[in-house]
């Protein structure tokens, strides 16, 4: 089992590397399935099934590349973003975007009041990281996991969710 923190960052970025490797191989199996994917549901099986364990070694190692990499990967995201071309878009795109904003929110909320019953405590604050993600990426979801404090027994459940509507989203 992984316990310590360089270890086990060594293995997510070990991981992340091999599935890039991978998909610029060119191979058939990444026009069904995305990397990020594969990245997802590898971490998920590793924690899982106890390789990489639950140290507060771990933890802090996690807490802090997050706290340190994730701004700067958004940064590096937005570069590349065009404001001109967008305000070119004009408002139909800014109304078509708030609607479905709107309408995720909405359906998160509408759920969880639902099925309320079902769902173990602090179960909406994952939800409304989920939201996040379907508003504003993966790297919006792990903010807003931050900022709202979902457990991550929780956020793993939500995690593989979004995870699994991606996939079935882009394979359609």
């Known amino acids: 089992m992984i ?66 990499l994730l701004p700067m990967l958004i940064f590096l995201m937005l570069l590349n973003c065009d404001l001109r071309k967008l305000v070119k878009l004009g408002p139909k795109m800014l109304i078509g975007y708030f609607a479905a904003a709107f309408s995720i929110m909405a359906g998160f909320v509408i759920t969880f009041l639902l099925f309320q019953g079902f769902y173990a405590p602090n179960t909406s604050e994952a939800f409304g990281a989920l939201a996040g993600s379907w508003t504003g990426g993966s790297a919006n979801m792990v903010i807003i996991q931050g900022i709202l404090e979902v457990p991550e027994n929780i956020f793993g459940y939500a995690l593989i969710m979004d995870t699994i509507n991606y996939s079935t989203w882009v394979m359609i």
């Open 3 to 68: 316990e310590s923190g360089f270890l086990y960052l060594g293995v997510i970025v070990g991981l992340a590397g091999l599935v890039a490797f991978l998909e610029s191989s060119k191979s058939k199996f990444f026009k069904f399935v995305p990397g990020i994917v594969l990245i997802y549901f590898g971490g998920a099986i590793l924690k899982t099934t106890g390789i990489i364990g639950s140290t507060e070694t771990i933890d802090n190692t996690y807490g802090s590349v997050r706290d340190v």
